[in-house]
């Protein structure tokens, strides 16, 4: 009979390692694709040599995903996919604040631990983007980062369940995004099917919904005022 062991400090930081390079992977492949793919691909293929497993192969499908296809395709696909369906949105906050008040609340919680860690939010992208919290718990802060995405395990679970279903190239990354979350337990499971059925919240009569500036509008397609998909 084989024992069990206790894992030591080195096996815990090796998960955490792998757990960091998963997340910066997968934020770059998250990107919307432009002049900078060539570049990211380069910084996924060292990443990659710190990931093992079935993440690591599913990371690299979506790189040669990447490699693969003309930077005109890959960019109709990514807005259609992103920028054009509720349920593949990446804007975290969208599930859980929808078009209210209390979305603008969470919006700043990011921002706010951004800051508290010492680093201004992007100037160019809301602070609850996927890859924009995938950055951060990977370069920034591993442990606030981790906090921030297991608090929107649901939101999570309904974009990997989306792409899944459209055999999206980019549900590899999220689902191993997923894969270095803490098991989900059976309420965020029902949580996540909730949303996905019901839709976010809706702002009260007569309330303002938060509005937030988003990325610029991308040739093929739109994302509307407050990160949500057109």
């Keep these: 009979m084989k024992l069990l062991r206790r894992p030591t400090r080195r096996d815990l930081a090796s998960v955490r390692l792998q757990h960091r390079a998963i997340r910066q992977v997968a934020s770059l492949l998250l990107a919307y694709p432009d002049e900078r793919t060539t570049s990211r691909l380069v910084t996924v293929d060292a990443l990659l040599e710190h990931v093992t497993g079935p993440e690591r192969e599913a990371l690299e499908r979506t ?4 490699r693969a296809t003309e930077p005109l395709v890959a960019a ?4 259609e996919t992103f920028d054009m369906r509720r349920r593949s949105t990446m804007y975290l906050t969208y599930w859980t604040g929808g078009d209210t008040r209390n979305r603008g609340t969470e919006i700043h919680a990011f921002a706010r631990a951004y800051r508290d860690a010492g680093v201004e939010p992007p100037a160019g992208e809301a602070p609850d983007h996927l890859p924009v919290v995938l950055e951060f718990a990977a370069t920034v802060d591993p442990e606030v980062g981790e906090q921030l995405l297991v608090a929107h395990r649901a939101p999570l679970d309904v ?9 999206s190239p980019y549900a590899d990354p999220v689902t191993a995004v997923c894969a270095t979350l803490p098991p989900v ?6 949580r996540a099917r909730h949303l996905a059925e019901a839709g976010p919240p809706a702002e009260a009569i007569g309330l303002q919904p938060f509005a937030l500036t988003v990325p610029p ?3 093929g397609g739109s994302v509307r005022e407050g990160g949500r998909p057109a």
């Design 159 to 167: 974009l990997q369940t989306a792409l899944v279903e459209r055999g």
């Design 185 to 190: 337990t059976d309420q965020e499971v029902e």
């Design 76 to 79: 109709r696909e990514y807005v």
């Design 63 to 66: 790189a040669s995903y990447l």
């Design 217 to 219: 509008r991308r040739d």
